[in-house]
């Protein structure tokens, strides 16, 4: 049975009609209209869902709606924007990183809420921060270098 939820996200606020066990990655794309965080395994594995609730990075396509509460989420989108885009957003542009870009948003918003609590990690401490994301295309490295580009000029 459908219940109300408020939700907010990227600094807006949504109320939609859902089922309380839908996954937050469906009422984000469905329900809201947002395009960036995607489906990829729908096992939390794969990490093309990510959002951040509260800042900490969440596999959305896990997590309840009914859960999320007064949390805010945070997308690619609330991110940055196109005029004035994050530093990681930034970086994955100048290293040229998008291949496909399916994956993108759950490297840049993993990295995002690792940055934050630790801003010159080493690369042993990226590799294990970022370790189950999946990206097809093989620009591992290349996504390596640019939140390590991102990271030095915080």
Known sequence: ???EFVLQVDRRRYTIQAEPDMP???ALRNDVGLNNPKFGCGLAQCGACTVHLDGVATRSCSIP???VGNRQ???LAGL?????????QKAFVDEQVPQCGYCINGWIMTAAAYLKTHPKPSDAQLR???AGLKCRCGTH??????IK???ASA
């Open 1 to 3: 049975m459908k219940q």
């Open 24 to 26: 937050l990655l469906y």
């Open 65 to 67: 709606v009914k859960t």
């Open 73 to 75: 989420v945070t997308t």
């Open 80 to 88: 940055g924007s196109p005029e004035n885009p994050h530093p990681l």
């Open 128 to 130: 294990e921060a970022l």
């Open 141 to 146: 490295l290349a996504m390596l270098r640019a």
């Open 149 to 151: 580009r991102a990271a």
